[in-house]
């Protein structure tokens, strides 16, 4: 996936200072290269038996949605505390740059759906880990965990272990 590396942007210092923020906007404003990271995650989930798409918060329901779509299965939001408007289930996590929490509609999932999770970056892995387990604590069945960036060099998959982990570009250094 090193063509779409290009269309990444760095934006340095973001959101705050010795933080390069990986923005996918570029990415996604392209018709074609967001044709094809689609199209290749369409490609890695066909036939996995999934349920749900589950997209984390914010860009995460980007490719999320669009995947889950192309696949024919439904899509659940994972959002920041108090966005979601029936009753949740809540998880903190730790950020590289702070704290933060996430939560999900108790009944967003039947018991024993296979889901597979989007989010737009793996860095330190809190969010995904924290997302993991509001999916069990929903009655869901973690199948994958898919991202479009990685950041090797945070070392997220570490908090993933057992988990199968894709990710179409990564990077090995800031």
Do not use: W
Not at 125 to 153: D, H, I, P, S, W
């Amino acid at each position: 996936m090193s063509d779409l590396v290009s269309y990444i942007r760095n934006v340095p210092d973001f959101p705050k200072k010795g933080i390069v923020f990986r923005d996918i906007t570029t990415l996604l404003k392209e018709p074609e290269a967001f044709k094809k990271a689609v199209a290749t995650f369409y490609e890695k989930y066909d036939g996995a038996k999934i349920d749900k798409i589950i997209g984390v918060e914010s860009r995460g329901f980007i490719l999320g949605a669009a995947l889950a779509l192309r696949l024919g299965v439904g899509f659940v939001p994972i959002r920041k505390k108090g966005k979601l408007p029936a009753e949740t289930v809540r998880e903190e996590y730790s950020l590289e740059y702070g704290k933060d929490s996430i939560e999900i509609h108790r009944d967003a999932l039947k018991q024993g759906e296979r889901v597979l999770i989007h989010d737009d970056l793996l860095a330190t892995g809190g969010t995904m880990a924290a997302a993991c387990k509001l999916v069990k604590q929903v009655g869901g069945t973690v199948v994958g965990l898919c991202f479009l960036v990685e950041l090797n060099f945070l070392k997220g998959r570490d908090r993933l272990e057992g988990y199968d982990v894709f990710s179409l570009i990564q990077y090995d250094k800031e």
